[in-house]
């Protein structure tokens, strides 16, 4: 109850001393549920090498205990850890096993759950179709089985990949229903997540007003709920705000404290992303040299990771290495 309404702290006490009884106790079944919930609130708080350790430790729990609900639940959050840290095919890797063991087992929630976190792999590399369907058939699972967060979870994949292509009516449908989803469940995080997709498709519709509006408001709920790597998201979504509206100058410290996050957290896209936005304001304010060093940085770890954003940024780079002092900042 603690960790879906994001009071991450009181969780994370209150399993440590389950864990702590089932140790004394010898309960390994017990060991393992609790470690495969610490690292589940360790992967939302952004630690990813204590939450990967907790899970790791619960699947081998699991493994030896034979009991492959268990190894698939946690084969899903161990996806979701190699999917944060932008290790793309480990996370698909993860994620098929875990949907494979689902399928064998006919756990329909399971199977929801994992269709929706490959489908968030398939949307930061690009493959936006495949993200769709992935997000539709858990969507289809989660409203049959009565689940009101999956369904939050997957309309909100969803309101993302219809921004990206631009289906805006599609995306704000979507991501409205998202929030209210958790609105009513009282999920903090998860609001935070779409109100930051709703200020990001009011910026690229050039509703910049409502856009920084609803981008404070994800801000103070992901700071509340202590997620260094979606404030570093919030952020790399508010910088794109000066940049566009007020001037590049004023973009650059949010990309700065967006990076320095990002890194803290061991979120390598959520870095790009502040370096390629810092970069090009730079590049904008007249800055070749810092502009192209950013930019740079910028696609070397998109490159490395898959990310969908490489192309764009060297496209961008290539342009500044061959072209003006001065550009545009937007691309």
């Known amino acids: ?26 309960n390994r079944l017990g060991q393992a549920n609790a470690r ?5 609130v360790r992967q939302v708080t952004g630690d990813y090498p204590a939450a990967g350790d907790q899970l790791q430790q619960a699947l081998d729990l699991y493994t030896d205990l034979g ?3 268990g190894q698939a639940n946690a084969l899903s959050e161990l996806g979701r850890v190699e999917l944060a840290t932008g290790d793309y095919p480990a996370a698909v890797d993860q994620l098929q096993r875990s949907l494979d063991l689902y399928t064998e087992l006919g756990n329909r929630l399971g199977q929801a759950n994992a269709l929706h976190e490959i489908g968030r792999v398939r949307q930061v590399t ?12 858990s969507l289809d699972l989660h409203t049959d089985l009565g689940n009101r967060l999956g369904q939050a979870n997957t309309l909100w994949g969803l309101g993302r990949v219809r921004t990206v292509i631009g289906d ?4 704000a449908e979507a991501l409205h229903r998202a929030h209210a989803l958790y609105t009513d469940l009282g999920n903090r995080l998860g609001q935070a997540e779409a109100l930051q997709d709703l200020g990001r498709m009011r910026t690229v519709t050039g509703d910049y007003v409502t856009a920084a509006h609803l981008l404070q408001r994800s801000l103070v709920l992901v700071r509340e709920v202590g997620n260094p790597q979606g404030e570093a998201e919030v952020l ?4 794109a705000l000066p940049a566009l509206s007020a001037g590049p100058g004023e973009a650059l410290a949010v990309f700065r404290e967006a990076r320095r996050l990002a890194r803290a957290a061991g979120s390598p896209v959520d870095e790009a992303r502040a370096l390629e936005g810092a970069g090009r304001a730079l590049a904008a304010t007249g800055d070749r ?9 910028a696609v070397a770890v998109y490159r490395r990771i898959g990310a969908a954003e490489a192309a764009g940024a060297a496209a961008f780079l290539a342009g500044l290495e061959d072209g003006p002092d001065v550009v545009d900042a937007t691309g």
Do not use: C, K, W
């Not at 495969?36 to 589940?40: C, D, W």
């Not at 805006?168 to 995306?171: D, I, L, Q, S, T």
């Open 236 to 239: 790399n979504s508010t910088g």
């Open 289 to 297: 040299g810092g502009g192209l060093a950013d930019l740079r940085a």
């Open 168 to 171: 805006f009516p599609g995306a």
């Open 126 to 137: 690009g493959d936006y179709p495949a993200a769709a369907d992935l997000f539709a058939r």
């Open 67 to 69: 009991i492959r609900v």
């Open 1 to 26: 109850m603690r960790q879906v309404t994001g009071d991450y702290p009181a969780a994370a006490d209150q399993l440590q001393r389950s864990l702590d009884l089932y140790t004394e106790l010898g």
């Open 36 to 40: 495969h919930e610490i690292g589940r």
